[in-house]
């Protein structure tokens, strides 16, 4: 594929409040392709950049390859060795291609949207993020299952916003931000938001100068489970025996039919959005709750991948 240009506006949309997705992704092309087929299913109307942190994996980069012309496609010249690779960065820059009066969604390629979004969704979105007193953002995923016991307590639920708040105050991330995302470009602006080189540097700047991260009552989007995972764009032997024990691979999910839909977004604010509850895969079962990281309820692994991570950092 040719070089890509800088990153620029994609054209907004005429009917409606316009809602833009960028989808960020490293060498998991047929995970990237999923999040894209469910775009394209599910939100039609809305156009999606991808964001490829420059990956070297031969059969991502043959999708990378099917997909020009389909979809926007565009790498960052920089190049980072840090956990999360150049994720932040190109999370900035896309914020400021974004239009003034544009709505943005940030995913990742783990994910995929399981309904469909209508006129309606997107009129809430914008009615929600404008009249919030202060800026904030939105997260759009259904929750984790694995997070259950956790969240107990904290949870509530918030009438004027159709969302609910999460109070993980202790936690370094998920009161305030979350890296899937959803906000208003322009109100964010106003408020001198950047993106940060970590979860907990952006955690602690929207504590500063957002509201509370507001979790929608009827999310739209999902991870996948059992994904394969990559730290600073390497591998490292305890990820790798973690992929082969954890029956890691793409393992899409089902997207609500219009009965499913209808029951999910009819509910009461009661019955919590958990990912298990209400999502179904596609051709597999895995056991619930469903791991969302290889190394998720592994200790030795996790020991041995810390062990590592830890004499290469010795060894530089």
Not at 21 to 36: A, M
Not at 91 to 98: D, G, K, P, V
Not at 260 to 273: D, G, M, V
Not at 292 to 312: I, V
Request: hydrophobic letters at 40%; glycine letters at 6%; a positive charge.
């Amino acid at each position: 594929m040719t070089a890509s240009p800088p990153l620029t506006s994609p054209p907004a949309s005429d009917n409606g409040p316009a809602l833009q997705f960028f989808v960020f992704s490293f060498n998991r092309g047929e995970h990237l392709l999923n999040c894209l087929r469910s775009l394209e299913r599910c939100a039609p109307q809305c156009p999606v950049t991808i964001v490829d942190d420059n990956s070297t994996d031969p059969a991502t980069m043959a999708v990378l390859a099917g997909l020009d012309g389909h979809h926007r496609i565009v790498r960052p010249g920089h190049s980072r060795a840090s956990k999360h690779g150049g994720l932040y960065a190109n999370m900035q820059s896309a914020f400021e291609a974004c239009p003034a009066d544009t709505l943005f969604c940030f995913l990742q390629d783990d994910m995929q949207l399981v309904r469909r979004l209508d006129a309606q969704d997107l009129a809430h979105f914008a009615a929600v993020l404008d009249g919030s007193p202060l800026p904030c953002l939105l997260q759009p995923a259904f929750m984790k299952g694995s997070d259950r016991r956790r969240h107990q307590g904290l949870i509530r639920y918030r009438s004027d916003s159709d969302a609910y708040c999460i109070d993980r105050l202790r936690h370094s991330a998920g009161a305030w931000y979350s890296d899937i995302l959803l906000g208003s470009a322009s109100r964010l602006r106003q408020a001198g938001w950047q993106f940060l080189p970590s979860e907990a540097a952006n955690e602690q700047q929207a504590r500063r100068n957002l509201g509370q991260l507001l979790y929608l009552k009827n999310p739209f989007v999902a991870w996948l489970p059992n994904v394969p995972a990559w730290r600073g764009k390497q591998q490292t032997l305890g990820l790798r025996l973690a992929h082969r024990s954890g029956n890691c691979g793409l393992h899409p999910l089902r997207c609500l039919d219009a009965p499913q839909t209808a029951e999910f977004l009819t509910r009461e604010p009661e019955k919590l959005p958990y990912a298990e509850d209400w999502l179904e895969l596609v051709g597999t079962s895995l056991p619930k709750p469903w791991a969302y990281h290889p190394l998720q309820g592994r200790r030795l692994l996790k020991w041995l991948n810390s062990l590592e991570l830890k004499l290469r950092r010795l060894l530089r």
